[in-house]
């Protein structure tokens, strides 16, 4: 089993990539995050062309979450489990059940300053995240968590201290999804330093690699055993202006899994 992790930073900008990738990759299941339109123009189309069923969960031209999947799709949920008031309603949270596997992908909000009150939105929507995955069944929480659980994902940590995706609380929330049951696989199968997966579009980032790892895939313990490598696909993102569309700043994250 194939299972990619992408954010794709608005899917109709770039249909035209993913669609590009998929052919290139064959991927078994795609979570997707920051699709960026709503269910009435997701591009349900062009993936199902090419074999996916579809479960997204999107409300305008902001946030915006999917799973596409070669292998069955059911048990769908979008959002939270219960009632999900404002902002809780946004389009950040779908999950499914594919190939006997309970996928979840997660675009988690971003914080803005420390200051913020969106900073506080972001720690109850990370606790919320925690107490709501199910680790007794096999489980993978994919997406673009906003948070570089420790220094060595970050280029230059010291001009991130003090602000939003290398706080304290941030990083102690990711811990609590650990203690909870699940694995941060990326970091068991590719480790040492210039491990990232979002790239700033200023000039020279990506190509000096000056990034960031917040992308996660985190998996219960006995999916995390039959991981059989990971990889992030930083030629997406430093492929320029492909097919006419320019690349995510965020690189495809892939986990291939024993049957």
Known sequence: M?????????????????????????????????????????????????????????????????IASRLGLVDVQMGFPGINRPPFDEARLVSATCGGVRFHSAYVPNGRTLADAHYLYKLVWLERLRSSVDTAVPTFLGGDMNVAPADIDIYDPKRWRNKTHASPAERAAIVA???????????????????????????????????????????????????????????????????????????????????
């Open 2 to 66: 194939k299972v990619v992790s992408w954010n794709v930073n608005s899917i109709r900008s770039r249909t035209a990539r993913l669609i590009d990738w998929i052919e290139r990759h064959d991927p078994d299941v795609l979570l997707l995050q920051e699709t960026k339109t709503g269910d009435d123009s997701f591009v349900a189309g062009p993936l199902a062309e090419v074999g996916y069923e579809v479960a997204h969960n999107g409300v305008d031209h902001w946030n915006g979450v999917a």
């Open 177 to 259: 999804l650990l203690d909870a049951g699940f694995r941060d696989v990326t970091r068991e199968h590719l480790d040492g330093e210039g491990v990232f997966t979002w790239w700033s579009y200023r000039p020279g980032q990506a190509e000096q690699n000056r990034g960031l790892r917040i992308d996660l895939a985190l998996l219960t313990d006995e999916l995390a055993s039959r991981v059989e490598a990971v990889s992030i696909d930083t030629e997406e993102r430093l492929r320029g202006e492909h097919l006419g569309q320019k690349p995510s700043d965020h690189a495809p994250l892939v986990v291939e899994l024993a049957p």
